[in-house]
C-alpha cells in the first residue's frame, strides 16, 4: 500500500475519533460534568487530522508541479 493510501486510512480513522470525543463532549456538557480531561479529548485527534488534511489538500497541487516537470 502506498504512502498516500496510509495517510488516507490514518485521516478516516482520526475522523472517527474526533467524532466520538466531540459526542463524549457534549454528553458530558448534558449532564454538566466538569472535568478538563474530557473538554481536551477531543483535540488530541485533531491535531494530527489537521496535518494529514492539509497534506492530502496539497495532495492535488504536488501532483501537478511532478506533472509540469515531466513534460519539459
Do not use: C, K
Not at 488516507?8 to 466520538?20: C, D, E, K, N, P
Request: aromatic content about 8%; hydrophobic content about 60%; cysteine-free.
Amino acid at each position: 500500500m502506498s504512502t498516500n493510501m496510509w495517510i488516507r486510512q490514518i485521516h478516516r480513522w482520526l475522523s472517527m475519533a474526533f467524532t466520538v470525543a466531540v459526542i463524549a463532549n457534549v454528553v458530558a456538557m448534558t449532564i454538566q460534568v466538569q472535568a478538563i480531561g474530557i473538554d481536551l479529548l477531543a483535540l488530541v485527534p485533531l491535531l494530527p487530522l489537521l496535518a494529514t488534511g492539509l497534506y492530502l489538500f496539497a495532495l492535488p497541487y504536488l501532483g501537478r508541479r511532478d506533472g509540469a516537470r515531466q513534460e519539459a
